[in-house]
Nanobody
Framework: VQLQASGGGLVQAGGSLRLSCAAP???????????MGWFRQAPGKEREFVAA????????VYADSVKGRFTISRDNAKNTVYLQMDTLKSEDTGVYSC?????????????????WGQGTLVTVSS
C-alpha cells in the first residue's frame, strides 16, 4: 500500500497546518480496516510517534508533546487520514509520515505499522 502524505510547509510558531494522507482506491479495504498513525522525524533525531486513530475513528492516542494541540481524524469514504496541527512550536519541525497498522486499533507502537508513506516536511519558524 502506497500512502501519500501532503500538506506540509513553512509556518510561524503559533500557526496551524493540516496534513493529509491518502491511500489509493484499490487499497480502500486495507485502509478502512486498519488503524492509522502519524510519525515524525526531526533533523538528527529518531522517528517518533505523534498520533494514531482506530479503524472507525472512535479512538485516538497522542504523544504527550502534542496533546491538546494536534487532532487526528479520518474519512474512510475518502481513504484519507488527517492531522490538524495547531499552536505549532519550533520543536514540531520535522518530516511527518503516515502509516497503516496491521491491526484495527490505535497504537503508538511503530512495529505494528506495516505500510508507510513518503513524508511531508513541516518547518516551524520561531
Amino acid at each position: 500500500v502506497q500512502l501519500q502524505a501532503s500538506g506540509g510547509g513553512l509556518v510561524q510558531a503559533g500557526g496551524s497546518l493540516r496534513l493529509s494522507c491518502a491511500a489509493p482506491g484499490r487499497y480502500a479495504r486495507t485502509f478502512s480496516n486498519n488503524g492509522m498513525g502519524w510519525f515524525r522525524q526531526a533533523p538528527g533525531k529518531e522517528r517518533e510517534f505523534v498520533a494514531a486513530i482506530d479503524w472507525r475513528g472512535g479512538s485516538t492516542v497522542y504523544a504527550d508533546s502534542v496533546k491538546g494541540r494536534f487532532t487526528i481524524s479520518r474519512d474512510n469514504a475518502k481513504n484519507t487520514v488527517y492531522l490538524q496541527m495547531d499552536t505549532l512550536k519550533s520543536e514540531d519541525t520535522g518530516v511527518y509520515s503516515c502509516a497503516a497498522a496491521g491491526r484495527p486499533t490505535a497504537t503508538m507502537d511503530s512495529s505494528q505499522y506495516y505500510y508507510w508513506g513518503q513524508g511531508t516536511l513541516v518547518t516551524v519558524s520561531s
